[in-house]
C-alpha cells in the first residue's frame, strides 16, 4: 500500500467520524451532551497531564444557567402551558385554515 492511499485512508477516516459526530450532536443532543461529559470526566484527572486537563475543559458540554432565556427546555417550564380544564386525554380540536398566497 503507497503511502498516498494510506492519507487517503485516513483523510476519509476522519471525515467521516466527524460527520457522524455531527449527526449525533444534532438528533441526540441530550444523549450526546451525556457522553462528552463522561469522557470529560475520564480525562479529568488531578494526576492527569495538563493537555489531557485542558481537553477535558474544553469538552464539558455548556452548562445551563436555569433560566428560560438559555433554551434548555430541561424542566419544561419554559414551553407553552396546557389550558388548566383541559383533560389531558381529550382530543385537540383541528383547525383548517386557508393557504397564504
Not at 15 to 23: E, F, G, H, K, T
Not at 40 to 53: E, I, M, N, S
Request: charged content about 20%; aromatic content about 4%.
Amino acid at each position: 500500500m503507497s503511502t498516498g492511499l494510506l492519507a487517503q485512508y485516513v483523510v476519509i477516516g476522519l471525515i467521516l467520524l466527524v460527520s457522524v459526530a455531527v449527526v449525533v450532536r444534532k438528533l441526540a443532543p441530550k444523549r450526546s451532551a451525556r457522553w462528552l461529559a463522561a469522557a470529560a470526566l475520564r480525562l479529568d484527572r488531578p494526576g492527569a497531564p495538563g493537555w489531557k486537563r485542558w481537553l477535558a475543559h474544553a469538552m464539558q458540554p455548556k452548562q445551563t444557567t436555569g433560566n428560560c432565556s438559555d433554551g434548555c427546555d430541561t424542566c419544561g417550564a419554559c414551553g407553552p402551558k396546557p389550558p388548566a380544564a383541559a383533560h389531558p386525554d381529550a382530543p385537540m380540536p383541528l383547525h383548517f385554515r386557508p393557504r397564504e398566497k
